[in-house]
């Protein structure tokens, strides 16, 4: 997802002087063109993501469009109070752009775990919160946010979904549907739509139609897709690479509650509210805690068999 | 060559609407508005070049005030300058009044960035002055900050970055009042030698009297800024200037004046303006 990232923004970086981007002494041997060839638009400031942040602010105070770049929590977590401050607040041209989302960094340690950016962001106010699904999906995403006015926060993770392709325009609040099915809804935000994925498949040879939709948008939220899905589904899955806890489930059954429309049948699957001290791959840490496609698969006839 | 019997009027200004509106308010941090009264006055008196019917002129200075629990202070230099009316004044922390206690840019013109938080106006400031820069602007960026905000990591982020990019439009005025909120600086988290760590840092530095207008527009004045090197003015100030029981009293970072204590300032203050 990262090259695509580079690739739409050095696209848009050509046509607008105004795009800078910051990163946080991070990308070893990926902005080395950009840098050279966008004098006055790339800025290495080290590792230092407090200042990183308000630099960003200042920057887009003066009408630059401004680009952070940094690991999952170094970028969001690290300077929380300089992006609802200053960036969110002052409501700025400001895309934080944070690579390894979930367990894309899995066998680095606890600190690289990516897992409860996505709740703590889409916490603020005056803010837009994005995870690609597919390689595909975030190049769109990377020009929208940075296309549209205010901050954007761009989740970007090591996996995506293989298999997932659609005509539909990538839109910011939008979800997209991938495959159609009345049993089930399992809707997945990020790379892990790949699991979400292959389980649909595997669903599907046991008898069982889901649909399947990608969300890539956190916040703003489809909530027109969810309405769909409780209407015309047999209930929702929710499935994501983050802590249960504020998350994309959290989203989704903050949206049924206020709408009073409650799924037939209603399921979170992603992390428990701990740390992992285990390290591995993306895919072991994903069997381990149960957000595969076989743990969903399993998960999902469980619901539906209770 | 400025008009320092001018700059001391406004001082005085400043100081009774800042007790007016701390009283009013029933709010805090009258000592540590005080304390930059003289320097704000002096900048928006005679250094900043800026147009209150045109706020976000492009070639304006910008001040960011970084110390935002002295916003009334700002507030004030504001109204007298004429960006928003002075009888707005007198809804600070009313309630729902846009006057926050601490400054905030919503619906206030000439008000650069919203603080509160210490330790987040120096690197916003950077971005701007790098932006000027980019944009080969000539305007200059100041920032107004504590000297207890500089326990804040982040602007020493910051500190590094300015002179690393040779940000000779940028200039820090530090209100060395030597008190932050329980104990003296010393006695908290040492900053001394504080001048010397701007230095190794790569800053020019100035030691000033930060309650002499004279000394604070010599400092500010564009001339001394270096080609090279970010500009950092310490003033040395006294925290509660003006009103005699409100000087280098710590109390004052959270006693709001009220009755006689209100009645007191403000008879020491109108006596200074006979």
Not at chain 1, 7 to 20: F, G, Q, W
Not at chain 1, 296 to 303: A, C, T
């Amino acid at each position: 997802m990262r090259d695509n990232f580079l690739k739409s923004l050095t696209k848009l970086a050509e046509s607008d002087k105004e795009i800078v981007l910051l990163t946080g002494d991070l990308g070893f041997g990926v902005f080395e063109k950009f840098e050279k060839n966008f004098s006055g638009q790339f800025f290495n400031v080290g590792v230092a993501e407090q200042n990183m942040i308000g630099l960003a602010t200042g920057l887009a105070l003066e009408g630059k469009k401004v680009v952070t770049y940094s690991i999952g929590n170094f970028g969001t977590l690290r300077c929380l109070e300089q992006i609802r401050n200053d960036a969110c607040y002052h409501d700025l041209n400001i895309t934080i752009v944070a690579n390894g989302g979930g367990f894309s960094y899995g066998s680095l340690g606890m600190s690289h775990h990516t897992t409860e950016d996505l709740s703590i962001m889409r916490a603020l106010p005056n803010i837009s919160v994005v995870a690609p699904c597919t390689e595909h999906e975030a190049s769109e995403a990377t020009t929208a946010i940075i296309t549209k006015r205010g901050v954007g926060y761009l989740r970007l993770d090591k996996d995506s979904a293989k298999d997932c392709f659609s005509n539909d325009p990538f839109v910011i609040g939008k979800s997209r549907r991938y495959k159609e099915g009345q049993d089930l809804t399992l809707i997945a935000t990020g790379g892990i739509l790949n699991e979400a994925s292959v389980a649909s498949e595997e669903l599907k040879k046991l008898g069982i139609e889901v649909r399947l939709v990608g969300m890539h948008s956190i916040k703003p939220i489809d909530l027109d897709e969810i309405k769909d899905s409780v209407q015309n589904t047999g209930g929702i899955v929710t499935i994501e690479e983050h802590n249960k806890d504020g998350g994309l489930g959290s989203a989704i059954s903050e949206v049924c509650m206020d709408l009073k429309m409650i799924p037939k049948k209603f399921l979170r699957i992603g992390l428990d509210n701990k740390f992992s001290s285990i390290v591995g791959s993306q895919q072991y840490l994903r069997s381990r805690y149960e957000i595969d496609n076989k743990a969903i698969v399993k998960k999902v006839l469980d619901l539906i068999s209770n | 060559m400025v008009n320092v019997s001018e700059l001391k009027k406004l001082s005085l200004r400043l100081r009774k609407h800042a007790i007016n509106m701390t009283n009013a308010g029933k709010s805090s941090h009258i000592g540590s508005i005080l304390s930059i009264v003289d320097i704000i006055a002096v900048l928006y008196g005679s250094v900043m070049n800026f147009r209150p019917n045109e706020p976000k002129w492009n070639d304006r200075d910008r001040l960011i005030l970084s110390k935002g629990h002295a916003g009334a202070g700002l507030y004030a230099v504001l109204a007298e300058c004429g960006f928003i009316p002075i009888e707005k004044l007198k809804t600070h922390c009313q309630n729902g009044s846009d006057l926050s206690g601490h400054i905030s840019h919503i619906e206030i013109p000439g008000v650069e960035l919203s603080t509160g938080s210490l330790g987040h106006g120096l690197p916003v400031a950077c971005g701007m002055a790098l932006a000027a820069k980019i944009n080969k602007k000539k305007h200059r960026v100041f920032a107004l900050l504590s000297d207890g905000e500089c326990d804040e990591g982040s602007n020493w982020e910051a500190i590094l970055f300015a002179s690393h990019h040779k940000l000779n439009n940028l200039t820090v005025i530090i209100d060395r009042n030597q008190l932050q909120s329980i104990y003296s600086t010393e006695d908290t988290l040492a900053l001394e030698p504080f001048s010397d760590k701007w230095k190794s840092f790569g800053w020019d530095v100035i030691d000033i009297n930060g309650h002499n207008h004279n000394e604070i527009f010599k400092s500010c004045s564009n001339d001394k800024n270096s080609k090279t090197k970010p500009l950092c003015v310490i003033a040395n100030t006294i925290k509660g200037k003006g009103v005699s029981f409100m000087e280098n009293n710590t109390l004052w970072h959270y006693r709001s004046p009220q009755e006689e204590e209100y009645r007191l300032a403000m008879e020491e203050l109108e006596k200074k303006d006979a």
